[in-house]
């Protein structure tokens, strides 16, 4: 995390507390934009242990690093022996064929010039892929700095246990509190899973 961004976020007396705790985090783009992408998609509505298990056995049926042509060639009952659901298969299937035989360019070279709201749209328009896959594609894959992924519950849950007592916030008043850390919301997002993980 650089200076700027530190000196950013620190203006956020509260962010400074989780700065000081957690020490610098950082937002790099994936080696492997595809690879993040399909991490995602096996995430979607699993508590992390169950989601580091799946994503296991998934690398070990795919036999390797996921790449479009293994995932289109992997056998549908071993991928649904690994502990994904037939409606992940076939998410998985369908961001593999995008990112093979799609007309537009997924990779973080593809996407340079759309803005976080534009490559937030072409992902979703993945059968899928929904905004919080694509904000979590956004920060981890092509890490962008100003995401703030309020559809995430753990982020929810961090900003009202971080800033309102662990009391409810509406989204507007979590955007609010977001706001003082732009452009530089994806590190803040990642202090606050930080401080609710911990």
Known sequence: MNERVAATLRDDPTMARLIDRHGPLTVEPAADEFARLCTSIVNQQLSTASAAAIHERFLDTLGGDPTPDRVLAADTDALRDAGLSGTKVEYLREAATAFRDGDRDLTREGLADASDEAAVAALTDIRGVGEWTAQ???IFA???????PLG???VRKGIEQV????EPLTRAEMRDIGAAWRPYRSYGTRYIWAAYES
């Open 136 to 138: 979590m594609y956004c």
């Open 142 to 148: 092509l890490g962008r700095e100003d995401v703030l």
């Open 152 to 154: 995430d519950l753990a």
């Open 163 to 166: 800033y309102n007592d662990g």
